[in-house]
């Protein structure tokens, strides 16, 4: 029996992290192959070739993202990106939700953007319990009239699910900044501490 139940965790060791990759990635190109929609019926790969083939989906969007790239880039393309964003601005309740999306994507897409490009090891929820964080930029607006000295605006991840969590503003003297990539803290959250980043000396004090 022991023989038996130490093949069976090696067995599911080895199938579970394949089933799921598989699973997220036909997901991902199942998801993916919609934008194929917008073709005109006679364009669709799958009556062009006579059978189907996943995945045309993740090219189209690929060359829809970078031909949108391409133009937004230009003389012109900027222009039309102020008009766009000008017009959108004017509309009730589209306004309110564009604007916020369209700040949290400038701020994590851009070049120049400072957003998680640092992981940071801070107490939460409570004193003495400690999780990985990520600095996403500095308090602004009448906040910072309101916090003494040096504070950081932190984003705390949830486990295994990081596109949950809770923003808070943390001063900056409680906030270890860790010696390792923004990737591999976010694989550390993810495996919920189970693969953990090869550094021993994993972080270095303010």
């Given at each position: 029996m022991a023989a038996v139940r130490r093949w069976l965790l090696a067995g599911l060791l080895v199938l579970v992290?394949?089933?799921?990759?598989v699973w997220l990635l036909n997901w991902f190109i199942g998801t993916l192959d919609q934008t194929l929609q917008i073709l005109p019926g006679n364009w669709h790969p799958d009556k062009l070739l006579g059978f189907h083939i996943p995945g045309f989906g993740?090219?189209?969007a690929l060359a829809i993202v970078l031909a949108m790239g391409a133009v937004a880039t230009n003389f012109f393309g900027k222009k039309l990106v102020s008009w766009w964003d000008a017009l959108l601005s004017r509309i009730p309740i589209v306004r309110s939700i564009y604007?916020?999306?369209k700040q949290v994507?400038?701020?994590?897409?851009?070049?120049n953007g400072n957003a998680f490009r640092k992981a940071l090891l801070v107490q939460w929820p409570r004193e003495g319990v400690w999780t990985i964080a990520f600095q996403?930029?500095?308090?602004?607006?009448d906040v910072v009239n309101h916090l003494p000295g040096d504070y950081l605006s932190v984003y705390v991840?949830?486990?295994?699910?990081p596109t949950g969590?809770?923003?808070?503003?943390?001063?900056?003297?409680?906030?270890?900044?860790?010696?390792?990539s923004v990737d591999e803290a976010l694989t550390y959250v993810i495996s919920m501490g189970v693969v953990v980043p090869g550094s021993a000396a994993a972080y270095k004090p303010k």
């Open positions: 992290p394949l089933i799921v990759t993740v090219v189209l604007s916020s999306v994507s400038d701020t994590l897409f851009s070049e996403t930029g500095m308090p602004g607006g991840p949830t486990t295994p699910n969590g809770y923003f808070v503003m943390l001063p900056k003297a409680d906030c270890i900044e860790l010696k390792m």
